[in-house]
């Protein structure tokens, strides 16, 4: 049982092997129901933990749904500094496919965790995406370790209207919930205009703007109940399709 887990709130943990190393999860499971969606947190200090209240959430409202630790935070071993942004969409398809999730799978993500969901479109084809406060990254960045050499070429970046991420949020089809701190001083204003311009097929786009919310929204919101009842509504109807 992994710290700070039980069985209580209908929390299973699991472990998958990836590149020798244990990968750590969680599904939140509602009775009856396969998990349907995919929790990803971003980097940095952050890990599946700050999701633990919004799908615990849902798992009572009868949706079920999986978080894990990316390589390197939380609970998962190894160094962020071994992977990358491809890496981390690698990951995720290794959760889905040791679980068995049937496709399509939805997606929350937080931060750069966005862009992982983004590259994940084509493979998952998910019927929603919920992305609080989403990165974006040029293309250069797929290609090189999480270090010096992944934050020079961010501070590089001066244009993210190409950023792989965009050219995939192109080809979604299905509904589309952005959750945004209107005192985020991480994402620049350019990448969320990109993400809600750019999902130019989906079935519906929703804006969610918090004010006196930063970056950091899933803590901002656990002291928040009213707030967060709101957003976590908003998550299931999404998710669900009910409006």
Known sequence: MSAGEGQ??????????????????TVHASAGDAPRTLALHGGGASSRLGYQPLLDFLAGQGHSSVAFDFMGQGE??????????RDRAQQALAVVDFLQMPRPVSLIASSMGGHIACSLIDALAPPALVLYCPAAYEAAALEVPFGPAFQQVIRATSDFAASPAFDALERFEGRLLLVLGAEDAVIPRQVEDQYIRRARK?????????DGAAHHLHAWLKDRPVEFAHVAQR????LEGTG
């Open 76 to 85: 998962s071993m190894g160094r962020m500094a071994d992977s990358g942004l």
């Open 8 to 25: 209580s709130a209908g929390r299973r943990p699991f472990q998958l092997p990836f590149r020798d190393l244990p990968l750590r999860g």
């Open 235 to 238: 998550v299931l109807a999404i």
């Open 202 to 210: 989906a079935r519906s786009v929703e804006v969610l703007r918090l």
